[in-house]
Nanobody
Framework: QLQLVESGGGLVQPGGSLRLSCATS????????IGWFRRAPGKEREGVSC????????NYADSVKGRFTISRDNAKNTVYLQMNSLKPEDTAVYYC????????????????????????WGQGTQVTVSS
């Protein structure tokens, strides 16, 4: 089994920062990539960022490049999403997801922001950016 729990969401004003955490646990399934996704009101789920838990390779949506940073702490089984310079458009429920297919770095760059690449999902954490 594989469990994912997001934390760190909240209410911030535009220009502020949040750090989201995705804590994973499980002993019967391996995972090779963690993705962050978000769903804004009335919109489809959007891939935000992903990271290979093996190589550390990362990918970002164009909308967050330069503002968000994904990182991992394998010792803690945790992946982080540091979000800076937040905009109202970033308001969404943010989900982390785990992929149990061993991506190559090329595949991660090509498909790592696709919902279908991921097998297990957390419950989500609300991020609201508003003044």
């Amino acid at each position: 089994q594989l469990q994912l729990v997001e934390s760190g969401g909240g209410l911030v004003q535009p220009g502020g920062s949040l750090r989201l955490s995705c804590a994973t646990s499980g002993f019967t399934l391996d995972y090779y990539a963690i993705g962050w996704f978000r769903r804004a009101p009335g919109k489809e789920r959007e891939g935000v960022s992903c990271i290979s838990t093996i190589s550390g390779s990362t990918n970002y949506a164009d909308s967050v490049k330069g503002r968000f940073t994904i990182s991992r702490d394998n010792a803690k089984n945790t992946v982080y999403l540091q979000m800076n310079s937040l905009k109202p458009e970033d308001t969404a429920v943010y989900y982390c997801a785990a992929a149990t297919i061993n991506y190559s770095d090329y595949e991660l760059g090509r498909a790592g922001l696709r919902t279908l690449a991921y097998d297990y999902w957390g419950q989500g954490t609300q991020v609201t950016v508003s003044s």
